[in-house]
């Protein structure tokens, strides 16, 4: 994450792809390189690889608040939003990083964000 938010992208990209090796095609990686080719402008891959960890979600063992980190970076804020309302839903952990984390940042000016962060009591 953090070469792709210093915008070195080859080195980013060289990164993810040898932890899709290591992880034998686990979803964190492939959720970075979602992220990474939306930033790039890459809206169509990163759509592509928004799919696949859609579709084989249950397999490769997707959490909403992954989905939402990745729609956050396309700037599809309601689906974002869904997907994170989903995750609290769920009790998913990766909330612990709701505040901080910086693929959410596109989600943070919507009321929702703040409702949710006032569930959570974080706000």
Same mark, same amino acid.
């Given at each position: 994450? =953090?070469?792709? @938010? /210093?915008?070195? +992208?080859?080195?980013? $990209?060289? &990164? +993810?792809?040898?932890?899709?090796?290591? =992880?034998?095609?686990?979803?964190?990686?492939?959720?970075?390189?979602?992220? @990474?080719?939306? #930033?790039?402008?890459?809206?169509?891959?990163?759509?592509?690889?928004?799919?696949? /960890?859609? $579709?084989?979600? *249950?397999?490769? #063992?997707? &959490?909403?608040?992954?989905?939402? $980190?990745? +729609?956050?970076?396309?700037?599809?804020?309601?689906?974002?939003?869904?997907?994170?309302?989903?995750? +609290? *839903?769920? #009790?998913e952990a990766f909330l612990i990083a709701l505040k901080v984390h910086p693929h959410l940042d596109a989600l943070r000016a919507d009321p929702r964000? $703040?409702?949710?962060?006032?569930? @959570?009591?974080?706000?």
């Open positions: 994450m =953090t070469l792709d @938010m /210093l915008a070195r +992208y080859p080195e980013a $990209t060289a &990164s +993810y792809k040898r932890a899709l090796d290591v =992880t034998k095609g686990e979803a964190s990686p492939l959720v970075g390189l979602a992220i @990474m080719n939306a #930033h790039m402008g890459r809206q169509a891959e990163a759509r592509q690889i928004l799919i696949q /960890l859609e $579709t084989g979600r *249950k397999r490769l #063992h997707v &959490s909403q608040f992954q989905l939402a $980190t990745i +729609y956050a970076s396309l700037g599809d804020i309601d689906r974002g939003m869904s997907a994170l309302e989903q995750a +609290y *839903k769920e #009790h964000f $703040t409702a949710l962060q006032k569930a @959570m009591g974080l706000a």
